[in-house]
């Protein structure tokens, strides 16, 4: 059990690769500088990017990608965790990776996630999205051993997938992290409730720092980071989609607490789902079990 200082940065990122690493450092930074040691940042950090061939046009591989390499050298410098929430990445297979970074205190990358749930998905009023015409979804879900927590890693539309979340914490993760470009239409509706059944369901803190505001290239973004205490109380909320930081002391100690009240991880048991014919008989279902 351990103590540590977080931070979720929320930014606005545009199409401009160069320029958005350039925020990323001063936020990181800043964050440093509050006294953070573990810092996230939002979803595609790197740059948000409608337009396919202008996304593929900037595309590197993760080895020569300028936010990973910018996170790698910060980290390093300021003595921090920094979690980078995600940035496109190409994959050595041709394919696109929506990839997140964790660099550590001598900026060596500790662990990397793909995101596994491809937002796609028709809205109201016209609004669309198909990820996965960009995107290869990952495969594995990912827990890092931190000094001060176990880590459980997602990124924005996995947050719709409790088994995820689930799966982590009963492989010990307490600090479940949701780095999101949740839309502002899905956002007004369930971000927050999302967020704060996560962590009650699972007795673990969540973290989710987001992406806010009109993009350059057309998108709204809902920004609202939070971060939620094991017991569903929001302890830090960023309340408006403009970029900022939000703080928190996160205590591990409060997870095994909430755990301790509220056992579902040790409770919850296998079942099986009887599919009910129509017009079956209570009898018929009583000589069947």
Same mark, same amino acid.
């Given at each position: 059990m351990a103590s540590f200082k977080a931070a979720a940065i929320q930014m606005r990122s545009g199409t401009d690769p160069e320029?958005?690493?350039a925020t990323f450092e001063a936020k990181v930074r800043e964050a440093a500088?509050?006294?953070?040691?573990? =810092?996230?940042?939002?979803?595609m950090t790197g740059a948000?990017?409608?337009?396919?061939?202008? %996304?593929?046009?900037a595309l590197l591989p993760e080895e020569r990608d300028l936010i990973a390499g910018t996170a790698a050298r910060l980290a390093g410098e300021l003595g921090l965790y920094l979690h980078v929430g995600s940035t496109a990445i190409a994959r050595t297979d041709g394919k696109v990776a929506n990839r997140a970074f964790l660099f550590g205190p001598d900026g060596a990358r500790i662990a990397t996630y793909d995101k596994i749930h491809m937002f796609d998905v028709d809205l109201d009023h016209g609004e669309s999205w198909r990820e996965s015409a960009t995107y290869e979804p990952g495969t594995e879900a990912v =827990?890092?051993?931190?000094?001060?927590?176990?880590l459980g890693f997602a990124v924005c539309y996995d %947050?719709?997938?409790p088994q995820l979340f689930r799966a982590e914490a009963l492989a010990g993760a307490e600090v479940l992290?949701?780095?999101?470009a949740f839309t502002r239409q899905t956002g007004e509706a369930h971000w927050h409730t999302l967020l704060r059944a996560r962590a009650i369901e699972n007795g673990a803190?969540?973290?989710?720092?987001?992406?806010?505001?009109?993009?350059?290239?057309?998108?709204?973004?809902?920004?609202?980071?939070?971060?939620?205490?094991?017991?569903?109380?929001?302890v830090a909320e960023q309340g408006s989609d403009e970029p900022g930081?939000?703080?928190?002391d996160i205590d591990t100690a409060v997870v095994a607490e909430a755990r301790k009240k509220i056992p579902n991880l040790r409770n919850s048991r296998e079942f099986k789902v009887n599919e009910v014919a129509p017009g079956a008989s209570v009898d018929k279902l009583r000589a069947a079990s």
């Open positions: 320029r958005n690493a500088a509050g006294g953070a040691i573990y =810092v996230q940042t939002p979803e948000l990017v409608r337009d396919k061939a202008a %996304l593929a046009a =827990v890092a051993d931190l000094p001060f927590a176990r %947050l719709r997938f992290t949701v780095p999101a803190w969540v973290i989710a720092a987001a992406q806010g505001g009109l993009h350059e290239d057309g998108r709204e973004t809902f920004g609202h980071s939070l971060i939620v205490d094991p017991w569903g109380r929001i930081i939000v703080y928190a």
